[in-house]
């Protein structure tokens, strides 16, 4: 195993990994800009480099400052954690070249996913569902207006370099095909410096379900079940679950077991997460992600595992040490994700928590990076806090949630915990019953009212 990593984030997943590491007896090392030096991931690390300015382009995204500040402290490893350089498969590349090891995949497959044809392509060849939609890049608006009619409008544009929804057009009808087209390709180079798109049938009332999968170095490839990431706005996720309120525990083993006989022929290896959109009891593909995901924790509490943890045994050539059959799932498990932002407008709300005071109890659990003091820089991503809970059950984990919701105090500066208060009496919520389209409705509806 590993003695030294270094840890190349921030905020609450920075802390994520240094706890994984100290219970596994590694000493870490913590990267900042000069907005983090008073940062909690700096304070508890055993070791840390200021690598730059505030700005992230300068510091958590500076490729040489990280290899050195690597370099200085004789870190083996390096954890990227998700956002930042997580997903920068030239980056992986370069963390290899100097000798240390990624905690994450190979850079190929980080390519390979980062292309969303070429990892449709791949999933289609292993046999995994896909939505409807073209084969690999659409060529010629020509090509877009045969295949839409194939599949039937309404059908979506999809930028092969995005993701998150960016360069993303619907079609409704053949009068808007050539509009979409234009836009979709237009976008797609001016965010990605690259104009294939391809095209799928638009489905209009979808849910957003991910599995959570694990992979060794030798073969052996796990799930840990399926998160529901339908509660999102503006592509942002708010509250994710494990399990989903719609899967049986057949749906998610048949799932399972196509997803991790593909991966297999692939060769991936270390964490990894197939999103899908289910419709009509359907699962469909869309996008992989090559990363650890913010709402990983709820799978870790319905699994009862260690992701991180795994993510390094694997990182450093050990075996799994376990089957499919060894994977239980118990319970429920719900994520807020609590962000410094207005709870009406989502206007983001930096500056100093004058009082902070975290739930607890039985089943919960709070990452976060807080602290009463701590001043929330107005540069980075805007989560402060991710409470999770877990229970026996969804209705009480869903009272689980409003209990801890209102034991939480965040003051000095505004965040969603009105909101995500409201969302957990909602009866649409409580019944589990919303499509990706319900949270963007319901805040709307709040702010009506
Ligand atoms: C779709 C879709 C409907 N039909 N694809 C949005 C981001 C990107 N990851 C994929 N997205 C979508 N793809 C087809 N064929 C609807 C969305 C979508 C969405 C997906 C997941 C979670 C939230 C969403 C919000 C709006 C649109």
Redesign the pocket.
Known sequence: MFKKVLIANRGEIALRIHRACQEMGIRTVAVHSTADTAAMHVRLADESVCIGPPSARDSYLNVPAILSAAAITGAEAIHPGYGFLSENANFAEMVEAHGLAFIGPTAAHIRMMGDKIAAKDAMRRLGVPL?P?SLGELATLEEARAVAEEVMYPV?I?AAA????RG?KVAHDASEIEEAWRVARTESKAAFGNDAVYL?????K?R?IELQVMADSYGNVVHFGERD??L?RR?QKLVEEAGSPVLTTADRDALGAQVTRALKDLGYRNAGTL?F?WQDGQF?F??MNTRLQVEHPVTEMVCGVDLVKQQLRVAAGEPLGYTQEDVRFHGHAIECRITAEDPDTFAPSPGRVTMYHAPGGLGVRVDSALYSGYSVPPNYDSLVAKLVVHAATRPEAIARMRRSLNEMVVEGIKTTLPLHRAIMEAPEFVAGDYT??WLEKFVAGLRAD
């Open positions: 939505v939609g979506l999809k995005g993701g998150g929804g993303m799928e049938k638009y489905l209009d979808p957003h990431c339908s999102q592509h999103e959109l469909c869309i996008e990706i389209h």
